[in-house]
């Protein structure tokens, strides 16, 4: 396994988060997690990251403990964090520690993006989708083993929002990363998918956890795909907030 839960809860003063969540996560492994707002799914991605730590319970990569954040670990934020005062070039050229061949490697992932003619420009004037590519190729640049994404597509419109879905799994399929992703969209859930986890209401357990056991290159409107959103949103109930 590449990664390992074991017994998390996190509290906040007397404010139970999350509750005893037991998970593992194989190489390679593309998991979404949805759930309500507000319900820790944040959080849990934080604990994975090491920028938060359990209150009790352990996590493991590769049987090492976790703790802080590490370099394995590659993070993408909804709000894209980029530094405005740097192009795309710089952008991911900051996320590079290795000063021989920086310029070179940076290129090679801003192309993998599609943002070739675009590495000299500066955030402002890129639109939402392309800040996030930026922010995707930086998180991937110093070639993490994991890569954690949260909700890192919420604030496109629908039409960007599918097309980073699509781009996003071109690159993935070339480089066989671990993904943990999370997000409230159902159909981004299954879309995107090797497997699918659903968390209840704070304090949040794991209620859902299933393989999308279907092709890779899906369509919207297959009855696989239909039936796998139908039995997801069985769990998701009016008050998870949870909306298409």
Sequence with gaps: MSIECKNIFKKYGDLLVIEKINLSIRKGEFLVVLGPSGCGKSTFLYMLAGFEKPSRGNIYIHGKEINKPGRDRGFVFQDYALFPWRTVLGNVMSGI???????????????????????????????????????????????????????????????????????????????????????????????????????????????????????RDRSYTSNEFLEYRKEILHYLDYETGVRE
């Design 97 to 215: 520690k290795e000063k021989k061949n920086r310029r070179v490697t940076a290129m090679e992932f801003i192309e993998r993006v599609g943002l070739t003619e675009f590495a000299n420009v500066y955030p402002h004037k890129l639109s939402g989708g392309m800040k996030q590519r930026v922010a995707i190729a930086r998180a991937l640049a110093y070639n993490p083993e994991i890569l954690l994404m949260d909700e890192p597509f919420g604030a496109l419109d629908a039409q960007t929002r599918k097309l980073m879905q699509q781009e996003l799994l071109k690159v993935l399929r070339e480089l066989n990363k671990t993904v943990v992703f999370v997000t409230h969209s159902v159909v981004e859930a299954v879309y995107l998918a090797d497997r699918v986890i659903v968390m209840s209401k704070r304090p949040a357990k794991i209620i859902y956890d299933s393989e999308m056991v279907f092709k």
